[in-house]
T-cell receptor
């Protein structure tokens, strides 16, 4: 079935360094790729997303890139800060006839930013 | 706006018991969904709904029932709880048919003994 693979599962960086998380998806019909951040004890929250007609999108210190040919997309966080420590999830949207959509998530990356 | 609310926050059940996890949203979103979160497995879709009276199965629907009688509410029922259903459950909502940002509730931590 459809799946999204996410790497690495854990990532430890020093404050100020960059962090990169990579995902691959299986369904070439996917056209929407969000990234969610989950802090301890809370529900996931959208931090950035990209649609298939765009190759890159930036929002301050975070950026997402998409390679539709290779079915890869990545999250880039620059100048990391301790408050960036959290679990990050990528996801890919699967669309079906009738307009129903399902969001398939990766397994998550636990990012730790050390002062 | 309260956003997406879930009750209870924590629940302990014995094997075979039934219960309902409540979810409500006040954003007038048509799309609502239930996920379970297990260590190392991310968020897996259980059931979803694109509007009142319309529901469909996700990746892991077995052992769960849903109904959508109003736009605001989307309860998840465990018919006969099993230890394999020990998990954290999240409800989410989105505008339209789920093609945009999903707003998540705070979660319900369920333990089945």
């Amino acid at each position: 079935g459809e799946n999204v693979e996410q790497h690495p599962s854990t990532l430890s960086v020093q404050e100020g360094d960059s962090a990169v998380i990579k995902c691959t998806y299986s369904d070439s019909a996917s056209n929407y790729f969000p990234w969610y951040k989950q802090e301890l004890g809370k529900g996931p929250q959208l931090i950035i997303d990209i649609r298939s007609n765009v190759g890159e999108k930036k929002d301050q210190r975070i950026a997402v890139t998409l390679n539709k040919t290779a079915k890869h997309f990545s999250l880039h966080i620059t100048e990391t800060q301790p408050e960036d420590s959290a679990v990050y999830f990528c996801a890919a949207l699967l669309g079906f006839s009738g307009g129903y959509n399902k969001l398939i998530f990766g397994a998550g990356t636990r990012l730790a930013v050390h002062p | 706006n309260a956003g997406v609310t879930q009750t209870p926050k924590f629940q302990v059940l014995k094997t075979g018991q039934s219960m309902t996890l409540q979810c409500a949203q006040d954003m007038n979103h048509e799309y609502m969904s239930w996920y379970r979160q297990d260590p190392g497995m991310g968020l897996r879709l259980i059931h979803y709904s694109v509007g009142a009276g319309i529901t469909d199965q996700g990746e892991v629907p077995n052992g769960y029932n849903v109904s959508r009688s109003t736009t605001e509410d989307f309860p998840l029922r465990l018919l006969s709880a099993a230890p394999s259903q020990t998990s954290v459950y999240f409800c989410a909502s989105s505008y339209g048919r789920g093609q945009g940002e999903q707003f998540f509730g705070p979660g319900t931590r369920l333990t089945v003994l």
